[in-house]
Nanobody
Framework: QVQVVESGGGLVQPGGSLKLSCRTS????????MAWYRQVPGKERELVAW????????VYVGSAKGRFTISRDDGKNTAALQMNNLMPDDTAVYYC????????WGQGTQVTVSL
């Protein structure tokens, strides 16, 4: 079954850190660039970061630069997003998916940054 399952979200105070995980199955993981997205109610889902199929290329969008680190483990078919110095504006549901060739979206993982 082709799917992604996100985990690792939670409630964190401003300035805190979280590491999100993305478990995948049903496709040849190391053939695809992987990306993390986020969405808040009433807004479009937005790209946060992506990592190339070979793991060497990474791109961060907007406020993710300098605070987030995307990684992948091809042996485990997983991707991760380390998020540091979190801010209230990072509050969202976070999703992972293949970049450019998405599969059905998972349920995402809720990240809430609040005092």
């Amino acid at each position: 079954q082709v799917q992604v399952v996100e985990s690792g979200g939670g409630l964190v105070q401003p300035g805190g850190s979280l590491k999100l995980s993305c478990r995948t199955s049903g496709f040849i993981f190391n053939n695809y660039a992987m990306a993390w997205y986020r969405q808040v109610p009433g807004k479009e889902r937005e790209l946060v970061a992506w990592i190339g199929y070979n793991g060497r290329d990474t791109v961060y969008v907007g406020s993710a630069k300098g605070r987030f680190t995307i990684s992948r483990d091809d042996g485990k078919n997983t991707a991760a997003l380390q998020m540091n110095n979190l801010m209230p504006d990072d509050t969202a549901v976070y999703y992972c998916n293949r970049l450019g060739a998405p599969i059905p979206w998972g349920q995402g993982t809720q990240v809430t940054v609040s005092l």
